[in-house]
C-alpha cells in the first residue's frame, strides 16, 4: 500500500509560482513512476507531469518549460514547481504512483487558483 499526501495549494495571482508537495508513505520502494494530474469541473483528468524511478521526466506541452518536476528522498517525496501561472491552470492537482506491480494510487487533491 501507498498513501499520497499532496499540499501547497492556494490562491496566487497569475505570473506568480507556487510549489506542490506530495509525500508518499508505506512501501515506497515499490514505486515506479509518480506523477501530477489535475482536473476541472466537467473534464477529464489529465497528465501534468511525471517522473519515474531513474529520473526521466514528462510533460504536458501547456506546461513544458513552466512546471518543474522534481523527487527526493527515493521518491518519497515529489514536487512540483509552477512558475509563470496562468488562469488556465486553475484546476484540482493530484498526486499519483503506479508500482512495479502496475498498481494505481492516488491522492486526495490539492485546489490550485490562479486570478487574473
Known amino acids: 500500500q501507498v498513501r499520497l499526501v499532496e499540499s501547497g495549494g492556494g490562491l496566487v495571482q497569475a505570473g506568480g509560482s507556487l510549489r506542490l508537495s506530495c509525500a508518499a508513505s508505506?512501501?515506497?520502494?515499490?514505486?515506479?513512476?509518480m506523477g501530477w494530474y489535475r482536473q476541472v469541473p466537467g473534464e477529464q483528468r489529465k497528465l501534468v507531469a511525471t517522473?519515474?524511478?531513474?529520473?526521466?521526466?514528462n510533460y504536458a506541452d501547456s506546461v513544458k518549460g513552466r512546471f518543474t518536476i522534481s523527487r527526493v528522498n527515493a521518491n518519497a517525496t515529489v514536487y512540483l514547481q509552477m512558475s509563470s501561472l496562468k488562469p488556465e491552470d486553475t484546476a484540482v492537482y493530484y498526486c499519483?504512483?503506479?508500482?512495479?506491480?502496475?498498481?494505481?494510487?492516488w491522492g486526495q487533491g490539492t485546489q490550485v487558483t490562479v486570478s487574473s
Open positions: 508505506g512501501t515506497i520502494f515499490s514505486i515506479n513512476v
Open positions: 517522473i519515474t524511478s531513474g529520473g526521466s521526466t
Open positions: 499519483a504512483t503506479t508500482t512495479y506491480r502496475g498498481r494505481d494510487y
